[in-house]
Nanobody, 116 residues
Framework: QVQLVESGGGLVQPGGSLRLSCAAS????????MGWYRQAPGKQRELVAT???????AYADSVKGRFTISRDNAKNTVYLQMNSLRPEDTAVYYC??????????WGQGTQVTVSS
């Protein structure tokens, strides 16, 4: 079982920055991929960014050049640095962890609101 604790969400003005963190704990073997998804009101959950244990990253086109995903394998923690935030980035952001066994876990979500 894996527990995910997310932090770092909040209210920020357009053009501002936030850093999200997600720490995984519990009894598990190895994490293959960690990532962030988001869901805005009335919309489907969508991929934001992912990073594998080897450091390979993938980003949604809408966040390329503004968001950076990174991870600390020793701490089983993934980060999302979000810069140049826009009102359309407003959503609940969910951490996602996939183990080497292909088992997938979700965090509880953290609200990010971009508004003046």
């Amino acid at each position: 079982q894996v527990q995910l604790v997310e932090s770092g969400g909040g209210l920020v003005q357009p053009g501002g920055s936030l850093r999200l963190s997600c720490a995984a704990s519990g009894r598990f073997i190895n994490i293959y991929r960690m990532g962030w998804y988001r869901q805005a009101p009335g919309k489907q959950r969508e991929l934001v960014a992912t990073i594998t244990s080897g450091g390979s990253t993938a980003y949604a086109d809408s966040v390329k050049g503004r968001f950076t995903i990174s991870r600390d394998n020793a701490k089983n923690t993934v980060y999302l640095q979000m810069n140049s935030l826009r009102p359309e980035d407003t959503a609940v952001y969910y951490c996602d962890v996939t183990l080497v066994t292909a088992t997938n876990y979700w965090g509880q979500g953290t609200q990010v609101t971009v508004s003046s």
